[in-house]
């Protein structure tokens, strides 16, 4: 059964500054590693995605890092806003159609 | 958002009740998720279904039964609730399965259990 191992539980960020979460997987026969985020009394929303051909994806002030030799991947968010405070969940193939989230990562961005 | 409906949006009901969830979409989408979220537990996999009278077990399934007649319908059955049971409940769905596309989620089911 997969495992995802999620960290920091909670992040305080300064507006402008760089938020920085990190999840480490078990095994996996499938290269897909998305990104939730979710905003109070709402349901999670995919934020981005990487499938491992490729070692960094960037969409705007957001990037995924991953690192298949140790399986592990982190979210970097550059210039960090107020309106970025939510919780963010990483996942990781657990099977041919479903996945394993982590437990989340509450952020707050400070003003 | 997504074409899904959950409902209803919040109950609460005594131990030992059955309790039916329903999730209705509109997306014509093939693959059809039951999660809850638990403080501490993030997302947790209830059962999916895969198409219609096609279901399988996730990580979290015992006390739970889906059924799925149609496409646009999934249900999540709690035959005798138990407290443990107290959790928000999100509908998810997907055309090609969670880990090759895009998984939308719905506004979730506050249930309480007392």
């Known amino acids: 059964q997969q495992q995802v191992k999620q960290s920091p539980q909670s992040l305080i960020v300064q507006k402008g500054g760089i938020s920085i979460i990190n999840c480490a997987y078990e095994?996996?026969?499938?290269?897909?590693f998305p990104w939730y985020q979710q905003f109070p009394g709402k349901g999670p929303a995919l934020l981005i995605a990487?499938?491992?051909?490729?070692s960094e994806k960037k969409e705007g002030r957001f990037t995924i890092s991953f690192n298949k030799s140790a399986k592990q991947f982190s979210l970097h968010i550059m210039d960090s806003q107020p309106g970025d405070s939510a919780t963010y969940f990483c996942?990781?193939?657990?099977?041919?159609?479903?996945?394993?989230f982590g437990k989340g990562t509450m952020l707050l961005v400070s003003p | 958002d997504a074409g899904i409906t959950q409902s209803p949006r919040h109950k609460v009901t005594e131990t030992g009740t059955p309790v039916t969830l329903r999730c209705h979409q509109t997306?014509?989408?093939?693959?059809m998720y039951w999660y809850r979220q638990d403080p501490g537990h993030g997302l947790r996999l209830i059962h999916y279904?895969?198409?219609?009278?096609?279901?399988d077990k996730g990580e979290v399934s015992d006390g739970y039964s889906v059924s799925r007649s149609k496409t646009e319908d999934f249900l999540l059955t709690l035959e005798s609730a138990t407290s443990s049971q107290t959790s928000v409940y999100f509908c998810?769905?997907?055309?090609?399965?969670?880990?090759?596309?895009?998984?939308?989620f719905g506004q979730g089911t506050r249930l309480t259990v007392v």
């Open positions: 998810a769905i997907s055309d090609h399965g969670t880990v090759n596309t895009e998984a939308f």
């Open positions: 095994n996996t026969a499938f290269d897909y």
């Open positions: 990487i499938r491992p051909d490729v």
């Open positions: 996942a990781a193939p657990s099977g041919y159609s479903t996945l394993t």
């Open positions: 997306e014509n989408h093939r693959y």
């Open positions: 279904s895969y198409g219609v009278k096609d279901t």
